[in-house]
């Protein structure tokens, strides 16, 4: 049945909010037999791209000279990087640093979230290296004390690294403690169960499959509701000064 224009998308200045509804795929450059759904790009005002790849079997993702996050959502992915194969299961995840050469093949029909990003460097501070894990080996920490919302880090919580990725999971019930309005921007991508978010001055009915991008101090907070956890996955830029990286203006 046509819905009749309904869409619980919506976009404004401050942040998004895309749901599958909406997602129109594409293809990037040296995809093969695999499309992109781009949720954000510098085209919105973000310093960072995010899409989710879908894969047939035998496609491949194509390169990138930025910084590539690769976490697997569904079926399988091989990474063949600095003279290896790794392969990479579901909730597997790979980060790679920039100008580093690579591929992604799928065996099989697949999907991962993609996360890509000019990398700034410190001066001082050695760029990150190559990591392949995956979201088991990682321990868990109640935010705030509280138990019922787990977070796990995906990357080391190390200056090297210029943005963080980590896996937060709400109880029935748990929310976040505070409305939080902060210099860094998110991608967030629903893995789990939903709730509600509040963005900016409106709330939001969210479920897995979405996806939310939140500008620099977006008032934003979460509340998980319903029988099952509410799990998402969230960028954020993170271990460099507020100027780093803008251009000078002009003192004329």
């Not at 690769?70 to 290896?84: K, T």
């Not at 999907?111 to 890509?116: K, L, P, Q």
């Not at 290296?129 to 019922?148: F, K, R, V, Y």
Request: one cysteine or more; glycine letters at 8%.
């Amino acid at each position: 049945m046509h819905n009749l224009g309904q869409t619980r998308s919506c976009k404004r200045n401050n942040f998004f909010l895309l749901t599958p509804d909406t997602f129109v795929r594409t293809v990037l450059p040296g995809m093969k037999a695999c499309c992109a759904i781009v949720h954000v790009s510098a085209a919105a005002g973000a310093n960072f791209v995010q899409y989710t790849a879908e894969f047939e079997s035998g496609s491949e993702l194509g390169g990138t000279d930025a910084q590539r996050f690769i976490y697997v959502l569904e079926g399988s992915l091989q990474l063949e990087v600095d003279g290896r194969k790794k392969e990479l299961a579901a909730n597997a995840y790979a980060y790679i640093p920039e100008g580093f050469q690579h591929r992604v093949i799928a065996g099989r029909s697949s999907r991962a979230a993609v996360i890509e990003k000019p990398y700034q460097q410190l001066s001082a501070v050695s760029a990150p290296q190559l990591l392949i894990s995956t979201e088991g080996q990682i321990s868990s920490h109640a935010l705030g004390d509280d138990p019922d919302l787990q977070v796990k880090c995906l990357l080391p919580d190390e200056m090297a690294f210029d943005f963080a990725v980590n896996t937060m999971v709400y109880q029935p019930g748990a929310a976040l403690s505070m409305v939080e309005m902060h210099v860094m921007e998110h991608g967030l991508l629903m893995l789990e169960g939903g709730g509600i978010y509040r963005l900016d001055d409106s709330w939001h009915s969210v479920t897995a499959g979405d996806f939310i991008w939140m500008a620099p101090w977006c008032p934003q907070w979460f509340g998980a509701i319903g029988k099952t956890p509410a799990k998402y996955l969230i960028y954020k830029d993170w271990n460099r000064h507020p100027l780093a990286g803008r251009p000078h203006e002009s003192r004329g």
